[in-house]
Nanobody
Framework: QVRLVESGGGLVQPGGSLRLSCATSGSIFSINAMGWYRQIPGQQRDLVATITSGGSTDYADSVKGRFSISRDNAKNTVYLQMDTLKPEDTAVYYC??????????????WGQGTQVTVSS
């Protein structure tokens, strides 16, 4: 069974940094795009950043220049380096990956989410 597990969330002061990780486990043939989304209670889940299998990246305007997405294909892991954090970055962060597995054709998988709180 394919699983995505996030880690690295927590409480940080404005201007601080956090690094999120999302590890993929289970039997996998291939991973296409991977990404990070965030959601505030009562609101829709919004795209933060994506990265293709070839390393091309895309970011939401609100995080450009502050966040950096990367991936380690050998470890099937995606990272989100978040710098110069602002209170408005507070949300639950979810990782996403498009995966081809023996048990299932290409499909989107989600992690369980990790809370990021930016507050003094």
């Amino acid at each position: 069974q394919v699983r995505l597990v996030e880690s690295g969330g927590g409480l940080v002061q404005p201007g601080g940094s956090l690094r999120l990780s999302c590890a993929t486990s289970g039997s996998i043939f291939s991973i296409n795009a991977m990404g990070w989304y965030r959601q505030i209670p009562g609101q829709q889940r919004d795209l933060v950043a994506t990265i293709t299998s070839g390393g091309s990246t895309d970011y939401a305007d609100s995080v450009k220049g502050r966040f950096s997405i990367s991936r380690d294909n050998a470890k099937n892991t995606v990272y989100l380096q978040m710098d110069t954090l602002k209170p408005e970055d507070t949300a639950v962060y979810y990782c996403n990956a498009r995966i081809l597995a023996p048990s299932r054709p290409w499909a989107d998988y989600w992690g369980q989410g990790t809370q990021v709180t930016v507050s003094s």
